[in-house]
């Protein structure tokens, strides 16, 4: 049973314009999304509720009913946002920029690895499309902001796979911040509008980056991670520097980072030899 409610007749606050640091409450009107998103409108079917517990859980029971390729749900608040092995997602209505799109691939998951290195490329591309200039990635899922003070955490790529004799089909969630988070975080936030003079119109970026992940996902489907790699490798914060994995917060090695190959497994260059990184179930940490 679905559990979103979509914006309608029932909304307690005003809606404010679309986009902007005073509006009262940003909503996603899928129509407006359309004419930013041109002759790409049609691989896309775009949803946006008030609120829902999580629009990558939203998106994964529409999945088993079967909606298609291409469907996005975007939502103003997750009551039950999250992150990789069960984190927490913060989020506000005037702040975040949270929705997830389905995909579906012929093949196997194991075809897919690297996904979500490749979605990072998109997300990346869409905003420098707008003219964010400072956007780098971390292994293996997060989108950063260089800052003076600093690398702060911009977005968040949640993908999960399932697959069956059909192929395998993927939700791919995507946290962004607009405003810096308030809160208690492991490391620090920042939001778009710390690259950004203004921020752009809210279904203007939905667009941009609905249009980036259709060019990437297309490109991965054809080529694999290899089809994308010099373009993550280009962004990559943390190259050449020194950094720790911690598998279940123990030390499992340190090194220098290398970047990832073309399966997007990362490389760290340790005292013994270069090792290959394929699992995500690690936490990278620069020392
Ligand atoms: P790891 O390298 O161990 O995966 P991570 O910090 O990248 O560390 P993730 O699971 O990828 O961890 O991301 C979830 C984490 O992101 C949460 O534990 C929380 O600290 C942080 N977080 C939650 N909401 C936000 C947000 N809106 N902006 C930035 N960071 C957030
Ligand atoms: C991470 O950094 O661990 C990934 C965060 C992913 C957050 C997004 S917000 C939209 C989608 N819905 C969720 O519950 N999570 C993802």
Not at 10 to 28: K, Q, V, Y
Not at 120 to 132: M, P, T
Not at 169 to 197: E, K, R, S
Request: proline share 5%; glycine share 12%; with cysteine.
């Amino acid at each position: 049973m679905a559990t979103g409610s979509r914006r309608g007749a029932n909304l307690a606050l005003p809606e404010g314009p679309a986009l902007g640091h005073n509006s009262a409450m940003p909503t996603i009107d899928p129509v407006l999304v359309k004419p930013f998103l041109g002759p790409l409108s049609g691989r896309f079917d775009v949803d946006s509720l008030e609120e829902c517990d999580s629009t990558s859980s939203e998106l994964s029971r529409r999945a088993d009913r079967g909606a298609p390729s291409g469907t996005v749900v975007v939502a103003d608040r997750q009551s039950a946002g999250r992150g990789r092995r069960g984190r927490n997602w913060l989020s506000s209505p005037e702040g975040s920029l949270t929705f997830s799109l389905l995909w579906r691939f012929s093949g196997p998951a194991t075809r897919l690895t690297g996904l979500s290195l490749a979605v990072g490329v998109a997300v990346a591309q869409a905003l420098e499309e707008l003219g964010a200039a400072h956007v780098r990635l971390k292994w293996p899922n997060d989108v950063l902001l260089e800052r003076a003070e600093g690398f702060a955490k911009l977005a968040g790529i949640l993908v999960e796979l399932s697959s069956d004799r059909r192929g395998t089909q993927a939700v791919i969630g995507i946290g962004l911040n607009l405003l810096a988070p308030a809160g208690d975080l492991l490391m620090p936030a920042a939001g778009l509008a710390d690259d950004l003079p203004s921020l752009p119109d809210r279904h203007r970026l939905l667009a941009g980056l609905l249009g980036a992940l259709a060019d990437v996902l297309d490109r991965f489907d054809a080529g694999g991670f290899a089809a994308v790699q010099s373009e993550w490798q280009r962004r990559h914060a943390w190259q050449g520097r020194p950094v720790t994995i911690l598998q279940d917060e123990a030390v499992e090695c340190e090194g220098i980072c290398l970047g990832v190959d073309s399966d997007g497994a990362l490389l760290v260059e340790t005292a013994v030899c270069i090792k290959r990184i394929l699992s995500g179930d690690v936490s990278l940490r620069v020392r």
